[in-house]
């Protein structure tokens, strides 16, 4: 295993990690309960588009996981801190369960797209006047470009092909601002003040959790669990420094082996 200084922080991802939608991954609370009682600070890193921030952590809650809201650094947060400093009025392409987190902004006569995973608004007529505003010069602004994640009717797509979709329609490239992108985690390590040599990454996603991570001095674990698919681990380069079945053996191998 690899050579690393203090370990102090752990990002944890929640969707396919901790949960799939209303069901718990078998074991987690109680891994995550052994986690808490080490030195280490965590933290929870999400790109779900989903719904906002405040259902997300009810919905935690009612599987008994014991998650805070300022605990919680999601993609949403990242997406609205751009486009206010940016100043603009964002046409938004996210759920309506999601809204709640852009609340107070200027959305009239927008000149910005902002896109997230919105299956009741990825239709022709919306997905035109997108790409209207985007071949004008407006900034299209993906808050990430996930292949697919898993419901629990199975896999599903992601925002990833439809904000493709546009950049291919209007020779426009997008600007990323969750995970896999290095700010998006400089941004939480620097709300519990470290640097990504201190902290280990946890989530099912090989290229936007793990890789991203690792991208910028973190150890990134795969977890087998949620969107996860036989040889993941293999797409990324350098791969997983750790690939577990699941959060718990995750937690244990940290618990064992690196604290």
């Known amino acids: 295993m690899a050579t690393r200084r203090a370990l102090k922080a752990v990002l944890i991802d929640l969707s396919g990690t901790l949960h799939v939608e209303d069901t718990a991954v078998p074991g987690a609370q109680d891994a995550l309960n052994r986690l808490r009682q080490?030195?280490?600070?965590?933290?929870?890193?999400t790109n779900t588009t989903k719904e906002?921030?405040?259902?997300l952590v009810e919905r935690l809650h009612s599987l008994n996981f014991d998650i805070h809201e300022e605990e919680i650094f999601t993609s949403l947060t990242a997406a609205r801190s751009l486009v206010e400093q940016r100043q603009l009025r964002p046409l938004l392409l996210v759920a309506d369960s999601a809204l709640e987190d852009f609340s107070g902004m200027e959305t009239s006569e927008p000149n910005a797209v902002v896109i997230g995973l919105a299956p009741d608004h990825f239709n022709y007529q919306t997905l035109n006047k997108a790409f209207r505003l985007v071949l004008d010069g407006a900034p299209l602004i993906a808050i990430h470009k996930a292949r697919y994640y898993k419901r629990k009717d199975g896999l599903a797509l992601?925002?990833?092909?439809?904000?493709t979709g546009l950049e291919y329609s209007t020779g426009c490239q997008a600007?990323?601002?969750g995970k896999p992108e290095g700010t998006?985690?400089?941004?939480?390590?620097?709300d519990i003040g470290c640097c990504p040599e201190e902290a280990i990454m946890i989530?099912?996603?090989a290229r936007d959790d793990v890789g991203g991570a690792q991208n910028i001095g973190?150890?990134?674990i795969l977890v087998k669990t949620g969107k996860y698919r036989v040889g993941d681990e293999g797409k990324i380069n350098?791969?997983?420094?750790?690939?577990c079945d699941s959060f718990t053996q995750a937690v244990d191998h940290i618990l064992q082996h690196i604290l």
């Open 52 to 55: 906002c921030k405040r259902n």
């Open 238 to 243: 350098p791969p997983p420094y750790l690939t």
């Open 218 to 220: 973190m150890l990134g």
């Open 38 to 45: 080490s030195s280490v600070a965590v933290k929870f890193v």
């Open 175 to 177: 600007t990323v601002v």
């Open 158 to 163: 992601g925002p990833g092909p439809f904000v």
């Open 184 to 190: 998006f985690f400089l941004e939480a390590l620097k």
């Open 203 to 205: 989530g099912d996603d």
